[in-house]
């Protein structure tokens, strides 16, 4: 039998290939389903179902979709590549509003993150572009289209920056003002440092915050919340030992197609080498986290993608027309 | 009779001052209480205590403790003004919450406004800069002093950027996570663009945001959110009408005292000409409030004294040393 | 004959209105010439050419070509609007380089003033959205069409921050890598609240840096640099003394509108007041520059106006397209 | 003979130690002098002198000193930490001054890079510190003391934003205001992430932009200025590559420490992995410069420390006392 696998990266669709990869399996794991799709040159979809206990047990995630949004070359994204994302965006976020919300039911959109830190300031910078419209259905409805739905938008700080855990903020807004769903905005961490900034993983099956880098939150979630919770996460960090094991495991790869084989290469590749680079590389400055240089441009495209996506979903599209 | 003033600034002492002189009053005003002491060259602190409903209809400000701290030049303070501001801060704010709560009792620093609009942008750069304890000490107990004193801070975002009110998101976070007092910290308007980002008012009668520029929010107060709510308020805005109408009173004082007397400008000068002023001016442009070109830097020096003075006067003074 | 006036203002059409109205002339005045435009429901631009030396004196403005853009409700202005906008002004800037310059003349963006300080912001920030060419058309010109201008960008910082007057920064630079024309970006004091931030002034005839507000640098111009300076200046922020003159005026004339007319009223209006009231108001607090609550959303939308109308003039309109 | 090394490092220590490794040598290499310094418990300070052609050949840096400062978890700096790495780096710079230069001999402060990339904005924040004299001096030279040095400072720009390489623009303004030194601080590339915003390297030799990370602009030093060009270089970001291949060295040594040896994984470990690891990561995503995570933080520590150390080492004692 296959030990647990420890993933390191929040994302459902990386952690369904490490599984197939480690069990060498051909075909789809029993109990989760997968689809691709290409939405032209530079964007790609895939979508992870977690049909049931067998399928959430492989991969360690709970039953549900998983949706994740792959964008090329986004550092030198044109204004159009950013509205066609937005836009695939806003179609599989809209899909996933109408399974778990009626059109005009009030949604919370939640900012995670800490604003003073470049690579986790997604969430706050988002909550700045959304388009909220409660307080005008409130206090002037006149002014918007009968068919408006409620919209409000928080970015409630970090566990270090307030000293209060963000479920028990959250539980007291969700508690007092009542909204129907919350969407919430994180960054992650992920495998690969290419997908930093570059990917989007839609769930609803809720968050648990800072679960990427091992510093582990109170989840976000219909079970602790009372209502439907869409997470909405990117990735803006990687761990450098994931990257230097992955790393080595490609360095090998190659070694031995340029046939100089090697048993005992063979053999240190089918490994987990994780914890022992982990511990090989513990003298210090090997355990960080790190960010790509480029991270302010990444997350300010990023920005205005996830924002423009989730103002376009959240209301009738003859509103945003 | 003397008609009710329209006072249009949130400060007590400048409420006061322009009721006695509205009213040519020599002695104190009937139910307020006021006394005065210079702390050094460059800071005076004031103390107005609304004594009884007289007092409070006087002022139009409820019964409670109002202290004024004026801080001379901020603009050019050097790190020895800051750090004394700090102090002369922290001595008034540790009497006020040792006539409302218990050392040990639990403290919310709340920092209203927007930080993406420089005038309004002190509360949540306050936030950052807060000691927060509560999470070390419910994880962490171990690494603080016994006689720590839970404090926790949150920024809740404005109504136009969040569509919920301030007070919905506080009560539902006091709900949940029950502190003892909040301290909240404001932006307010004054009548003089002398005090901007250099006086700071404390109450312990709680806030309505938005009060002095015509834009009021819900109060947030021990009436509203059930627990004692002390006020530190800081002016970075004028309404341009109030300048220019004090303006005008300025100068038809000098035009008499240049003995070019005059029946007409006696008259003149009695009157309350806001109204007419804002009439006049009505044209469009001068409906405006209005903030020094150096507000970035005054914003910066007052947020080290806010802070500081806040981190002195949440925690036993052997903490701090 | 009439006295100097001092205008107190940057722009040229709130002169030639001043210099109007204080000699009563309905015609215009003998050496200027001045047409209007409207530019759809928002947008106005007015030409004012001074045409030979009585011109120059009667505003106190060299020989030359002066255009003002103003743009209404700019605060709220979408993204329409500023493309709009951004169109208007790259069509006049293009008749001004024309005069100057020929097509592939290199060209040099200068934007004055100090980033940290919000009104003083505008001329960094647009530097860092100018597109600029030079140094691909030296290191990679075969991915650019042939037709392109070399177009660089330099944003010196101010006097205060540098101890350089900016003419010796950019004497220095316009000497050893010579480009044939600067375009200078300056933020500039008005008269008028309402045109902060929302009004552009082009010039051919160059700029003195701080001259709007007393704090006089030394002047970039042909004469001092030896190419054609281009300056585009916008303002920012209005000295509170000539505000409250202003108001004063207005206010004695609703006065006297109201029919209680009156000598002394009739007599202080013909006055400049301004010494009087800088003199009356000199208590301190007055002696202030002042600038909108909103400036930070007003540089923003102005940075996005400029840097826009900036790269579509400076390349030809096929390479824009 | 060994071949020459690809030290993909600035700084001058590190390239010191890889040469030892790389040839096996106990003593100091021939023509480097080297020693070093304990500041207190968290700061150590190495010299390393390039005496003559062998030790420039060897290390691959031109003749002269090279003192690196490296401050042990400067994230965590207090304000006593920053003061006192400040006053370590002040001492030095003033050694390296009174070689160079005269007390009252005129000195220009550079900071290279761009303020919108975080970690690359080091010199421009620098900048924004600096005490500068040069306009007091030449305005009112009776606020200060006579022994005043005057000081200027200016941030320049990249080539990416300003379209002119730096040495353009520095030669223009060196060959107008004519300081006598400049002082030169720039974001550097190191091997070690530990490195990162932690050590500052101090050379008497120039600098090249942009070497460190294959992306070289034209050398700032006396040959090119004509004046001595005192380097103040930061390491803030890492090559991935550089990284892993390291990473890989300190993964197969702890193997054969397991006595696991193997006599492919020695032969391995003698060979400079880079260029394989670099060729086989060439997938994409492991070409690239990553910096932690915490960089904000880093590097808001670090301005402190470097603004500070320059404002104490360019003054005389007496002055900043």
Same mark, same amino acid.
């Given at each position: 039998m296959f030990d647990k696998i420890n993933f390191r990266t929040d994302l459902a669709l990386e952690r369904r290939d490490l599984y197939k990869k480690a069990n060498n =399996? &051909?075909?789809?794991? &029993?109990g989760i389903k997968t689809e691709e799709e290409e939405n032209g040159p530079r964007i790609r979809t895939s979508r992870v179902k977690v049909l049931d206990k067998n399928g959430a047990e492989a991969i360690g995630k709970p039953v549900g979709s998983y949706i994740t949004i792959d964008i090329q070359k986004l550092k030198v994204a044109t204004e159009e590549d950013i509205q066609e994302s937005a836009e695939v965006l806003a179609k599989e976020l809209r899909v996933l509003l109408g399974e778990h919300a009626n059109p005009k039911d009030e949604i919370l959109v939640v900012g995670l993150g800490n604003q003073y830190v470049t690579p986790d300031a997604l969430g706050p910078k988002v909550i700045n572009e959304i388009d909220v419209t409660r307080h005008i259905l409130t *206090?002037?409805?006149?002014? =918007?289209?009968?068919e408006t739905r409620p919209v409000s938008a928080i970015s409630p700080g970090v566990l270090g920056t307030t000293g209060i855990e963000t479920l028990e903020i959250l539980k007291g807004i969700v508690d007092n003002i009542h909204p129907k769903m919350l969407i919430v905005i994180d960054a992650l961490a992920s495998r690969?440092? !290419?997908r930093i900034s570059s990917t989007i993983q839609l769930a609803d099956t809720g968050i648990t915050p800072g679960a990427g880098v091992g510093n582990t939150r109170k989840e976000l979630s219909q079970s602790t919340l009372g209502i439907p919770v869409i997470a909405l996460g990117i990735p803006t960090v990687v761990e450098l030992a994931t990257l230097i094991s992955d790393g080595i495991d490609i360095f090998i790869d190659r070694l031995q197609k340029k046939? !100089?084989?090697n048993e005992y290469l063979n053999k240190l590749q089918q490994e987990d080498k994780y914890e022992e680079v982990k511990e090989a590389l513990k003298?210090?400055? *090997?355990?960080m986290i790190v960010t790509p240089k480029e991270i302010d441009d990444l997350i300010e495209n990023m920005k205005d993608i996830v924002a423009r996506g989730i103002n376009m979903a959240t209301q009738p599209e003859n509103i945003n027309g």
């Open positions: =399996l &051909d075909k789809e794991i &029993d *206090y002037m409805p006149q002014v =918007l289209s009968s690969s440092i !290419e046939s !100089e084989s003298v210090g400055e *090997y355990n």
